[in-house]
């Protein structure tokens, strides 16, 4: 009994964040996961859907950099539920194995 009731909270803690589709794989993956993981130290524990393979998918370069963009609800299925696009600027390290997030915009 305790063991299920410590799984089915840990499955309420994991719908809490991210969600959507994984993120695709090469430097487009790496960089949607930077901005996601900014993304989640900017919603303050709130609950929040972003598809990653969008994310990934939407990157083009821009100067040095990559921007990225893509839907983000916050607070999704509440009285409180927000649809935003979220922006996101990254500069790609060296190998593509590593992104650095500049600037993050909620739209």
Known sequence: MRRSIII?????????????????????????AACEAFAKTRMEGKAYELDLATLGGSMKPEADLQ??????????????????????KVRMGADGKTADVISMTFL
């Open 67 to 88: 921007v990225l963009s893509g839907p983000i609800v916050i607070q999704p299925g509440t009285d409180g539920e927000v649809k935003q696009t979220l922006e996101c």
């Open 8 to 32: 089915a909270g840990c499955m309420v803690l994991a719908a809490c964040g991210g969600g959507g589709d994984a993120a695709p794989a090469g430097p487009n993956g790496v960089a949607a």
